[in-house]
């Protein structure tokens, strides 16, 4: 079979367009979700974060909502910009065993001019 | 501020020779941990360091993989003998806190293996 990668979800937005990309989480007890952009030949950069006892984050020009009870995790940028064109990553960390993260799959998300 | 250094950027070698990968994490971290990235398997979680100490290393993929963190500044991932299928870019990223703690790991720019 075609590897994941390949199939990466991708979403397409025109420039000046709010962005909104979707992650649905695995774990019902994490309690920590991060949310990262990797560009072509770098590593992921973290972009903003999250605690399971909120709701709603907002950084500069990204917010991030969580519904813990439906496990979904989403990002919201305003007025994408071709720089946001990336792959972006959401990030869960658990509150018991294994507490490192564990990444999702990745969004692509391409900036049309 | 410097970020997470790795190097080298890129590696090709031939199956069966030793590969070592270098880390020096963000000065004050003291979480390390190393990834692999394919495009099969996304970004899978290999070891990760506490204070200098391996923590978790069950997604070590077998016992040609090994990785040492002899101190605060500094980690290598080993990998002997190297195969084809271990071709992938390898990240190590580092946090403020152990991994139980709100911090986010910030990731170096990667080591691209290529085994041929």
């Known amino acids: 079979g075609e590897s994941v990668g390949l199939h990466l979800p991708t979403l397409s937005v025109q420039e000046g367009d709010n962005s909104i990309i979707n992650c649905a989480y695995s774990?019902?007890?994490?309690?920590?979700f991060i949310w990262y952009k990797q560009e072509s030949g770098k590593g992921p950069q973290f972009i903003i974060d999250?605690?399971?006892?909120?709701d709603k984050r907002q950084g500069q020009r990204v917010t991030v909502l969580l519904n813990k009870t439906v496990k979904h995790l989403s990002l919201q940028i305003a007025a994408t910009q071709p720089g946001d064109s990336a792959v972006y990553f959401c990030?869960?960390?658990?509150?018991?065993?294994?507490?490192?993260?564990?990444f999702g799959s990745g969004t692509r998300l391409q900036v049309q001019p | 501020d410097a970020g997470v250094i790795q190097s080298p950027r890129h590696e090709v070698t031939e199956m069966g020779q030793e590969v070592t990968l270098r880390c020096k994490p963000i000065?004050?971290?003291?979480?390390l941990f190393w990834y692999r990235q394919t495009m099969m398997r996304g970004l899978e979680l290999l070891i990760y360091?506490?204070?200098?100490?391996?923590?978790?290393d069950s997604g070590m993929p077998e016992d040609r993989f090994s990785a040492k963190m002899p101190n605060a500044s500094f980690s290598t991932l080993k990998i002997q003998p190297s195969e084809p299928r271990d071709s992938a870019v390898y990240f190590c990223?580092?946090?403020?806190?152990?991994?139980?703690?709100?911090?986010?790991?910030?990731f170096g720019d990667g080591t691209r293996l290529s085994i041929l």
């Open positions: 000065s004050g971290h003291n979480s």
């Open positions: 774990n019902s007890a994490s309690d920590y």
């Open positions: 999250i605690r399971s006892n909120m």
């Open positions: 360091f506490n204070n200098n100490v391996p923590i978790d």
């Open positions: 990223a580092s946090s403020k806190t152990g991994a139980g703690g709100n911090q986010p790991q910030h």
């Open positions: 990030a869960e960390r658990g509150i018991t065993g294994r507490r490192a993260l564990t």
